[in-house]
């Protein structure tokens, strides 16, 4: 049920293990070492289109991670805190024009603001990965270009309220028109975005395309248009390299 899969993502998955994993033993991927060492933790994104496939790869790099015994948290957006998935309940459902782009920006924000306080500010404290399902960059591309030219509004809003950003953002690009149908296939209740149709999608591809040209130092691009194990071993790959 709703109340259900909201708790799942109230109960942020914590990465707490104590184990002792091989690398400790094998040396083979010394980066663990400083990933651990972040004073400040270090917060990845990941974005794209509807069905895109960036929940499973959030899902399977925050698994690696886990596996290594480094402590991480998986989180979305929006949502991610009890008040931010009663925002969220209000976004994604109901018919296409229940709210404006202008609105939704104000929404989208509010909730931002406090999935930032009660989520991600404090596990960045606690120097902890913080690996989040969509984040500024979906307002940016859906309300800012999608929906409306108001990308300015998204931009402004963001540095009084939010004033953060990512360290490392995916962006996982696929085709609109495949994307669109899984999306669509799920009938998670949840697809009032998806319900602007093909030609959005494909104006949502183009937005966050464009996006990674010019937030080139933190963005990534990547090919989703393949296996999930392929795509996961490049992202796992950045993240190495981000730490060398
Ligand atoms: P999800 O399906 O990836 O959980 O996201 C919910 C929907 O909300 C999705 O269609 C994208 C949309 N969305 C925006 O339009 N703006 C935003 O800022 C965010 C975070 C999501």
Redesign the pocket.
């Given at each position: 049920c709703c109340f259900k899969r909201r708790c799942k993502w109230i109960n942020i998955k914590q990465n707490l293990s104590k184990r002792r994993t091989p690398w400790e033993k094998s040396n083979q991927w010394p980066i663990v070492g400083k990933l651990m060492n972040f004073t400040d933790g270090l917060f990845i994104t990941f974005e794209?289109i509807?069905g895109s496939g960036?929940?499973t790869q959030s899902q399977l790099l925050y698994d690696a991670l886990n596996d290594l015994g480094i402590s991480a948290i998986l989180t979305?957006?929006?949502?991610g805190s009890i008040g931010a998935e009663i925002i969220?309940s209000l976004?994604?459902s109901g018919d296409t024009d229940r709210w404006s782009a202008e609105t939704?920006?104000l929404l989208?924000?509010a909730?931002?603001r406090d999935h930032l306080e009660k989520t991600i500010q404090p596990a960045l404290t606690k120097n902890q990965i913080v690996i989040c399902?969509?984040?500024?960059?979906?307002?940016?591309?859906?309300?800012g270009v999608?929906?409306a030219d108001l990308r300015q509004t998204v931009d402004e809003l963001h540095s009084i309220i939010i004033k953060k950003e990512p360290d490392i953002t995916f962006i996982i690009d696929t085709d609109p028109e495949k994307s669109l149908t899984r999306?669509l296939a799920r009938n998670?209740g949840?697809?009032?975005?998806?319900e602007f149709g093909l030609e959005f999608q494909k104006k949502l591809r183009n937005g966050f395309s464009e996006l990674s040209k010019t937030e080139k130092s933190r963005c990534h691009l990547i090919n989703g248009m393949r296996s999930k194990e392929e795509v996961s071993n490049d992202i796992l790959n950045i993240v190495k390299d981000y730490t060398k």
């Amino acid at each position: 049920c709703c109340f259900k899969r909201r708790c799942k993502w109230i109960n942020i998955k914590q990465n707490l293990s104590k184990r002792r994993t091989p690398w400790e033993k094998s040396n083979q991927w010394p980066i663990v070492g400083k990933l651990m060492n972040f004073t400040d933790g270090l917060f990845i994104t990941f974005e794209g289109i509807d069905g895109s496939g960036k929940s499973t790869q959030s899902q399977l790099l925050y698994d690696a991670l886990n596996d290594l015994g480094i402590s991480a948290i998986l989180t979305r957006e929006p949502g991610g805190s009890i008040g931010a998935e009663i925002i969220r309940s209000l976004l994604v459902s109901g018919d296409t024009d229940r709210w404006s782009a202008e609105t939704e920006i104000l929404l989208f924000t509010a909730a931002r603001r406090d999935h930032l306080e009660k989520t991600i500010q404090p596990a960045l404290t606690k120097n902890q990965i913080v690996i989040c399902d969509r984040f500024v960059d979906s307002t940016r591309v859906y309300q800012g270009v999608a929906r409306a030219d108001l990308r300015q509004t998204v931009d402004e809003l963001h540095s009084i309220i939010i004033k953060k950003e990512p360290d490392i953002t995916f962006i996982i690009d696929t085709d609109p028109e495949k994307s669109l149908t899984r999306g669509l296939a799920r009938n998670s209740g949840e697809d009032r975005f998806e319900e602007f149709g093909l030609e959005f999608q494909k104006k949502l591809r183009n937005g966050f395309s464009e996006l990674s040209k010019t937030e080139k130092s933190r963005c990534h691009l990547i090919n989703g248009m393949r296996s999930k194990e392929e795509v996961s071993n490049d992202i796992l790959n950045i993240v190495k390299d981000y730490t060398k």
